[in-house]
């Protein structure tokens, strides 16, 4: 069919074609967002979920979401080895600008708080030296700016909340992959939403991140179980993934059959980034609509040919060879358990110690490598003593490879 006219859009971030299976969390974060300009209670949320499954595509239709209520909003990706102060600065620069509060002196005193938040950043730094955050006001001193970024986050968020607050509105900060926040970010995080939450602040953080993010927090402060909404973000329903695939070519007056439907979704899992990957290899190999269950059969190994290039070998590409040795071990070890008939919990973790008996190590000389997976977001521990893919299929991919 026209490849011109092919609507799905796999990729990092890509927004796709009909935003299936989501209804329920946007639903929820209109009532969170009315709430809080209310001045009623609210935790700030978090999305976790594997690699692919549309958390930063989530994020993105929350901001639209909170754009559309008129409220200022910001967004950052976190980064290992890079710290708050600069990307929360831009965020929350930008959110400010988006609220539009009438008075500019007012306006004028908070920007000038956030860039001396920023210009924190670099503490012996000479004046003309220190990074600009791109705000014209001067910085202002006393406030934000105290070094401690417990502290300073909390002022941040307060003269920002404040200012959401005359305005009738609020400031959301959507930070996506939050798990690669460093430990005294997150701790400042933590504790300036529970300072929030005491003091009724119409701001709110948005978090999305791997499936051990809640852990991250948690070992942070204790109290974050009650300070964060957890949802997790999951592979599509087969009704959710239907639409996903229908409604786009729908509007390409095109449609798949029902068998067609049911072999998309064996192939897929319902994994979003699966089913954006196979819909436009399978709709530029079908010849007409409607397309059928032989049309899927004959496009994917040209489908799986583009997820093991774009999504499993990108990351497979980031590993150290220890580290493959590593992850191989993990997907092997997964079919040895199915064969013995082991149980296999719901994300097909594999033991640690099991995998240091599987390549005959002590387990401490593997830790390196297990922990620079981790650190790479290839890997996560979600139970003590045990591992799984972040990736969804990459056992599989790993197995297919030799
Ligand atoms: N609800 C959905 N319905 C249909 N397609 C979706 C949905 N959510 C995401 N997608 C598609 O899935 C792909 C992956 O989405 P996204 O990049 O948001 O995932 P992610 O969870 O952020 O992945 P990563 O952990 O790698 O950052 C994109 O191509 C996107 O268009
Ligand atoms: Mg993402």
Known sequence: MDPIRNPYAPGAGQRPPELAGR?????????????????????????????????????????????????????????????????????????????????????????????????????????????????????????????????????????????????????????????????????????????????????????????????????????SERLFRYTRIDRLSREAAERALQAPAEDEDAEWAPDALEAMYVATGGYPYFIQAYGKEVWDLAPASPISAEDVRVAAPEAEAELAVGFFGSRYERATPGEREYLRAMAELAVQYAENGQEVDEVGSVATADIATHLDRKPQSLSPARDALLKKGLIYSGERGRIAFTVPHFGRYLRAQT
């Open 23 to 223: 209804d329920e969390q946007l639903d929820r974060f209109r009532v969170v967002l009315e709430r809080i300009q209310r001045g009623r209670p609210e935790r700030s949320m978090i999305l976790t979920g594997l690699r692919g499954v549309g958390k930063t595509v989530l994020l993105n239709a929350l901001r639209s979401t909170a754009v559309r209520a008129r409220w200022g909003t910001g967004k950052y990706e976190a980064r290992p080895e890079q710290g708050m102060r600069r990307p929360m600065a831009a965020a929350l620069h930008v959110a400010v600008r988006e609220l539009g509060h009438p008075q500019g002196d007012e306006v004028d005193h908070v920007l000038g708080v956030i860039k001396a938040f920023a210009q924190k950043d670099q503490p012996g730094a000479k004046l003309r030296d220190r990074w600009n955050p791109g705000i014209d006001a001067p910085a202002v001193t006393g406030r934000a700016d105290s070094g401690d970024i417990e502290i300073d986050l909390v002022e941040l968020f307060t003269d920002v909340g404040g200012l959401a607050a005359d305005v009738g509105k609020g400031v959301a900060v959507f930070i996506d992959e939050m798990q690669d926040l460093g430990p005294e970010d997150v701790s400042a995080i933590c504790a300036a939403c529970h300072e929030l939450s005491q003091s009724a602040l119409p701001v709110i953080v948005v978090g999305a991140g791997l499936p051990h993010l809640p852990a991250v927090l948690s070992a942070s402060k204790s109290y």
